[in-house]
């Protein structure tokens, strides 16, 4: 199975700019997501990655290394709505999204 | 934008019952559906894959006699927990993929199931 990897906890202040780490497991690789999701909700979609290079999308912008299996997903201009866990994703050659266990991101005003 | 529903959102039942979860997409189709698990403070973990017209494909680790999948149309998948257990309280999530979509990659998540057994 896929390994992916990533911080558990996360804090960080209103305003500021935060970086999300997550290593993967490159064998069958097909695309790297990062998901949003509050507390009792279903994720949110903010970016897809299969090239490498950087995406930016707003405050939130991901990028992506597939020889290192790495991607970071970074927030800009902090707010208090951000506080959420943020999960990496890795799609496999069957499709399939797999997930790691998310970063809860704590913001602190 | 495409808009994946579920029903119940919420749903208690009594250990030893069975509970069906529906999984409609509202306004596309697809032939693949896919159901997750998440337990309290852990991530989504794929339970299986749900095929239009053809059996689901179960992960490893997952009873297919107990999760039952039927995926009869194009735009409805559903789950059924039999004989539930208190281990089995989670939220359940399904997601799909949109048939000739745009995006390769897209996949749009209903808003999930909390089931709680007692």
Redesign the interface.
Known sequence: GQNIDQPTEMTATEGAIVQINCTYQTSGFN?L?WYQQHA??????LS?N?LDGLEEKGRFSSFLSRSKGYSYLLLKELQMKDSASY?CAE?NRD????????T?LHILP | GAVVSQHPSWVICKSGTSVKIECRSLDFQATTMFWYRQFPKQSLMLMATSNEGSKATYEQGVEKDKFLINHASLTLSTLTVTSAHPEDSSFYICSANPLGGNNSYEQYFGPGTRLTVT
Not at chain 1, 40 to 45: L, R
């Open positions: 695309g997501f009792g909700e279903a994720p949110t979609f897809y299969v999960l799609k499709d399939k999204i797999i997930f790691g266990k998310g809860r």
